[in-house]
């Protein structure tokens, strides 16, 4: 797998401190990639066709994050977003639209709720390509920070239980208003393909899987031979 690094923040101040890391934070996010106008700081993002930005070196904690001061639970996390739109809006239509500054139609598949989940029925779906990256790319931070337990969570819910453990939580489980990670994410899927290696048997997958670092501009260029 390759992990794309982006240096779009390598200016920015939180890079001056480094954090022991205990949790891992899934979240949405939402922004024109081929601008990569990303506003909000995030340590990895997972674009819907699987390709893995490494935005922020994980060791850097982000205090400018969406969850800072809360608890401080943001010094010890590292934030993974995975490219969304969210909750859709079913219009008169009959077509869903999801927001991006503007209403914009979602033409791709839907995922709708057995119950409505914070006022909300209808969502994006997450991608294959994209699910698998992001499971290679935890059983990597797995072995690379050893504090971070094989937990997931397992709920949509907000708890304050979620500020004491050490493992993988979603956004919501933290932020009473969050709306992700959203009920369209299969948790139960994760929890049992997390849960069935151990520590070791994580450590030789990823050997296996050949965790690959690369510039942004070598993985421009690499595009560009392709092309041709």
Known sequence: MKIILNDIFSKSSFLNEKTEKEVIILQNIFFNMKKFDIKEPVHYVISKEGIV??????????????????????RKSIFIGLLNEGKLTKRSDGKFYYYDKVYKEYKEPIFESEETWKGEKYFATYKEAQLFSLLNLLQYLFDRF????????????????????????????????SLDLTPAFPIERFNRQILKFSREEIMNFVKVILIEFVSLKEYKNSKKVIKK
Not at 53 to 73: C, G, H, M, R
């Open 53 to 74: 930005y490494q935005l922020v070196d994980p060791d850097f904690w982000i205090p400018e994050s969406s969850t800072a001061n809360k608890k401080n639970i943001d």
């Open 146 to 177: 050893t504090k971070i337990d094989k937990f997931f969570s397992n709920e949509f819910i907000y708890n304050e239980k979620w500020f004491s453990v050490r493992g993988i939580i979603l956004k919501c489980n933290i932020l009473k208003y």
